[in-house]
C-alpha cells in the first residue's frame, strides 16, 4: 500500500480485519483472507477515503454477501448497514471493470446492479482513479449520501 499511512488507520484497520475474518464463513472468509496485495483497491477506499471521513469502521462490512436472482451468492465490495439502511460501496478499477472483461460479465454486473436496486440497496460507486486522484470529492460524495439517504442520528460517524 502506502509508506505513510496513518498509524491509528493500520492498527484500527487490522483489528476490523481480523474481526469481520473471525465472524465470516465460507466464500467470505476466504475472500477476507488474501493478501494485502489481493485487495489493492479496497484498501486504497480505505486508507484515502472512508478513515479520512469517518475515522472508524463501525457498520461497514467488507465483501458482503448478498443472495442473487439465481440462487447464487454475490459479494459487495463494502455493505454500509445502518438501521434499515443498507449502501453498497463498489470499488472499481478500470482494468478489472471495463478494459479487460468480456461482453457477458458487462452485462452481468449490469444485471447484478439492478437487482441490488429492486433488493433496496442503495450504491455508490467509486473508480480507482477518483479515489487516488480526488480524495476529498470521494469523501463528500460519501458523506452527503448517507446525509440523504437518512443515516440514523443515534449513528456515530466522525
Not at 74 to 83: E, I, P, S, V
Not at 112 to 124: A, G, K, S, T
Amino acid at each position: 500500500m502506502e509508506e505513510n499511512l496513518d498509524p491509528q488507520f493500520e492498527t484500527a484497520h487490522t483489528n476490523w480485519m481480523e474481526k469481520q475474518r473471525k465472524s465470516a464463513r465460507g466464500e467470505r472468509r476466504r475472500r477476507l483472507s488474501l493478501p494485502k496485495g489481493g485487495n489493492y483497491a479496497e484498501l486504497q477506499f480505505l486508507a484515502r477515503i472512508w478513515w479520512p471521513a469517518f475515522g472508524q469502521f463501525d457498520n461497514l462490512h467488507p465483501e458482503y454477501e448478498v443472495r442473487d436472482f439465481k440462487d447464487g451468492y454475490r459479494y459487495l465490495d463494502f455493505a454500509l448497514l445502518l438501521g434499515g439502511l443498507h449502501i453498497c460501496i463498489e470499488i472499481d478499477p478500470y482494468g478489472t471493470h471495463k478494459r479487460d472483461i468480456d461482453r457477458w460479465k458487462y452485462n452481468d454486473n449490469l444485471i447484478r446492479h439492478d437487482h441490488l436496486v429492486l433488493d433496496d440497496w442503495r450504491i455508490l460507486r467509486f473508480s480507482l482513479d477518483h479515489i487516488q486522484r480526488h480524495p476529498r470529492l470521494c469523501q463528500q460524495l460519501l458523506q452527503q449520501a448517507i446525509g440523504k439517504w437518512g443515516m440514523a442520528p443515534s449513528t456515530p460517524l466522525r
